[in-house]
């Protein structure tokens, strides 16, 4: 199809010159996105003569430069030049194609190819697997070329990835052995950028990942290091841009590192201080946030820094403008700080894989100069590459405890197998332990049906002892006795005399029934007034028949704030006991008993005046006053506050001038 472009015809003297030039060229049948019509060349006139100075047969197209070949006809010369270009090089590959290609050759094909897909846009490209293996074949595996040690790199970083991402609880014994596999002296830094954004991701795995850092740590302290420093410096750059994202990932990872004392918890108290110095309602919920993780650890190792820092919380959350929900954080936090974090404990027990004294502690501050090494991210050409890789390979050797000789790895593949075998063993003879308290059931059953079968108080010690009292238990036979006595309408001597016998016969049992008696008059006040009675008069045969010490009596603090009504009432009627038993004078005097003195500090105070006439005055009213005559004395002998001397009066002027 012509070109529907009309032309302009030409003069006849113009088209006989053109038509005994030359012949013309027929039209291009190639459409042109711009096909525009030729510039029509103008005559050039001489001025003097008004003429054209050359014949019309002379005048001619100037002529093409000399081509290989004809240039099809274009209006666009430059594309028709283009064009010629592109076929000349077509033609000179198709000629090298069929030549063979030496080995030396492909070689350096292959090199430059994968060079070039490595250092495409956006840090590469993606390479189907059989033609990436089909390249690194053609590489070769020259360990001393840099295409080889790119591909090693690259390995590198996926074999890292790869074991990072898919590290849980129950796997993570065998994925840090693997992981020592690969070099991680040369990949520290793939290594810790994997692990922050892996960590930065999902959160709730920080705990695992800190287990994981921190078995390295122990191994490769410079690794455990280089992570500390990066996260100091990663929630620098995130408080100072305020990014609250970046500062809590930050600040979680940080906080279970010092949990595992990778690092040190002072860089958890001063990254406190820095968030709770100026308080927003962002720096609050983070800081709240990293004292939940590590408050438990901080209270253990520093209390100091934990006072502290509740005491900057109080402030903010009686004085400081914030948002009611983040007020409640933090009251949630004290109630978390009164529950001992037993929701967020340090370390959980299936976390805590490395000893304390194997555990490398990196002393790295908020302010300090932190290198972050960021070049070892990216890959670098390594002169002496095989030296390197040697010297890890007897590294990881040590760490994994590799045998060298082949007898050695016989003997080492026959203990495995032992100890795998006893391993198995083990497991199929797993311990049932049964939570639901049945076990401590049916022991106090065992005693309360011994003690209500017995004649006597001493065919009841005797069938008592005969109990097989699984360890830890021991206690549950005095808490039962004291409990069979106290359920009864009134005391029965019984119980006491059976108290009294175990006391005498083992010293153990001595033990344990002063320590009932503590327990039970710390929690006095749970008791109705009968079975409060009959516990008081019960531990009032102890002492009396000197079955256990008197210096539990110690256990007690006679004054206004320190007892309640169910407490005095105890007292009471321990008192009472004690006198009816050993009679007056003799309690008189046993009070008196400089052995005692100390003791006896708590229910017969001299440390202050008011606590002295509270004493006085109880003693008095339940008509045992002889027994205050050396607090009545001491108050009669204490010497009386002298006033205060009044400030003297500076003189007038009216009485100066008079004088």
């Given at each position: 199809?012509?070109?529907?472009?009309?032309?302009?015809?030409?003069?006849?003297?113009?088209?006989?010159?053109?038509?005994?030039?030359?012949?013309?060229?027929?039209?291009?049948?190639?459409?042109?996105?711009?096909?525009?019509?030729?510039?029509?060349?103008?005559?050039?006139?001489?001025?003097?003569?008004n003429r054209d100075p050359t014949p019309p047969r002379d005048r001619s197209r100037s002529p093409l430069p000399h081509r290989n070949g004809p240039l099809p006809r274009d209006v666009d010369r430059q594309r028709a030049l283009?064009?010629?270009?592109?076929?000349?090089?077509?033609?000179?590959?198709?000629?090298?194609?069929?030549?063979?290609?030496?080995?030396?050759?492909?070689?350096?094909?292959?090199?430059?190819?994968?060079?070039?897909?490595?250092?495409?846009?956006?840090?590469?490209?993606?390479?189907?697997?059989?033609r990436l293996r089909a390249l690194q074949a053609e590489i070769g595996n020259d360990?001393?070329?840099?295409?080889?040690?790119?591909?090693?790199?690259?390995?590198?970083?996926?074999?890292?990835?790869?074991?990072?991402?898919?590290?849980?609880?129950?796997?993570?014994?065998?994925?840090?052995?693997?992981?020592?596999?690969?070099?991680?002296?040369?990949?520290r830094g793939l290594f810790c950028r994997s692990i922050m954004k892996a960590q930065a991701a999902s959160l709730p795995f920080t705990p695992i990942y800190a287990a994981m850092v921190s078995i390295v740590n122990t191994k490769l302290p410079q690794v455990g290091e280089l992570l500390v420093n990066r996260l100091v410096v990663q929630f620098r750059k995130a408080f100072k841009r305020n990014d609250k994202a970046v500062c809590l990932s930050s600040t979680t990872f940080l906080a279970h590192l010092i949990n595992q004392q990778v690092a040190h918890e002072m860089l958890a108290a001063q990254i406190l201080l820095l968030l709770l110095n100026k308080p927003t309602d962002d720096s609050v919920e983070i800081a709240v946030g990293l004292m939940r993780e590590v408050g438990q650890h901080v209270e253990e190792f520093n209390s100091q820094i934990a006072m502290a820092v509740y005491d900057q919380f109080r402030s903010i959350l009686h004085e400081a403008d914030i948002d009611k929900r983040t007020q409640y954080m933090v009251e949630v936090l004290f109630q978390v700080r009164k529950d001992r974090y037993k929701d967020n404990p340090s370390v959980k027990e299936e976390l805590d894989l490395v000893e304390e004294e194997d555990q490398i502690t990196h002393n790295t501050g908020l302010d300090d100069q932190a290198e972050v090494q960021d070049g070892l991210n990216v890959f670098k050409f390594d002169a002496d590459w095989e030296a390197n890789e040697e010297a890890y390979k007897k590294l990881r050797a040590e760490i994994l405890g590799e045998a060298d000789g082949s007898d050695d790895d016989e003997d080492d593949d026959s203990d495995v197998s032992s100890s795998e075998d006893e391993d198995e063993e083990a497991e199929k003879q797993v311990e049932i332990k049964d939570q639901s308290n049945t076990d401590l059931v049916n022991l106090r059953r065992t005693i309360y049906l011994t003690i209500m079968s017995s004649g006597g108080f001493e065919e009841c010690t005797h069938k008592l002892l005969r109990i097989n009292l699984p360890p830890g238990l021991e206690?549950?036979?005095?808490?039962?006795?004291?409990?069979?006595?106290?359920?009864?309408?009134?005391?029965?001597?019984?119980?006491?005399?059976?108290?009294?016998?175990?006391?005498?016969?083992?010293?153990?049992?001595?033990?344990?029934?002063?320590?009932?008696?503590?327990?039970?008059?710390?929690?006095?006040?749970?008791?109705?007034?009968?079975?409060?009675?009959?516990?008081?008069?019960?531990?009032?045969?102890?002492?009396?028949?000197?079955?256990?010490?008197?210096?539990?009596?110690?256990?007690?603090?006679?004054?206004?704030?320190?007892?309640?009504?169910?407490?005095?009432?105890?007292?009471?009627?321990?008192?009472?006991?004690?006198?009816?038993?050993?009679?007056?004078?003799?309690?008189?005097?046993?009070?008196?008993?400089?052995?005692?003195?100390?003791?006896?500090?708590?229910?017969?105070?001299?440390?202050?005046?008011?606590?002295?006439?509270?004493?006085?005055?109880?003693?008095?009213?339940?008509?045992?006053?002889?027994?205050?005559?050396?607090?009545?004395?001491?108050?009669?002998?204490?010497?009386?506050?002298?006033?205060?001397?009044?400030?003297?009066r500076a003189a007038s002027p009216s009485e100066s001038v008079s004088s």
């Open positions: 199809m012509q070109s529907a472009v009309r032309l302009p015809s030409p003069d006849a003297a113009d088209a006989q010159s053109h038509t005994s030039g030359r012949k013309r060229s027929p039209e291009s049948r190639s459409p042109s996105p711009e096909r525009r019509p030729p510039t029509l060349r103008t005559r050039s006139i001489d001025p003097d003569t283009e064009r010629q270009r592109q076929a000349e090089t077509r033609r000179r590959e198709e000629v090298k194609e069929d030549k063979p290609l030496s080995a030396a050759e492909k070689q350096a094909a292959a090199k430059a190819e994968y060079e070039r897909l490595l250092t495409m846009r956006s840090g590469g490209t993606y390479v189907p697997p059989a360990p001393s070329s840099k295409e080889f040690q790119r591909m090693a790199w690259e390995a590198l970083k996926k074999s890292i990835n790869g074991l990072i991402n898919k590290v849980n609880v129950s796997n993570i014994k065998y994925i840090v052995p693997e992981l020592f596999s690969e070099n991680l002296i040369r990949g206690h549950e036979l005095p808490s039962m006795i004291v409990e069979c006595c106290s359920q009864e309408r009134t005391y029965n001597k019984f119980f006491g005399l059976i108290g009294e016998r175990l006391c005498k016969i083992n010293r153990m049992w001595n033990e344990l029934f002063e320590a009932s008696f503590v327990k039970y008059y710390d929690t006095i006040h749970r008791l109705e007034t009968n079975r409060l009675r009959i516990v008081a008069q019960f531990f009032g045969h102890l002492l009396s028949t000197d079955a256990i010490g008197w210096h539990v009596i110690s256990a007690i603090h006679l004054n206004e704030d320190e007892t309640t009504s169910s407490s005095r009432i105890f007292i009471k009627i321990l008192i009472e006991e004690l006198a009816q038993n050993i009679g007056m004078k003799k309690l008189s005097e046993r009070m008196k008993d400089d052995a005692l003195l100390p003791a006896l500090a708590g229910i017969f105070p001299v440390d202050n005046p008011r606590n002295t006439r509270f004493s006085i005055n109880f003693f008095t009213a339940i008509g045992m006053g002889v027994l205050t005559e050396g607090m009545r004395e001491y108050l009669k002998n204490m010497p009386k506050p002298t006033l205060p001397a009044l400030p003297v």
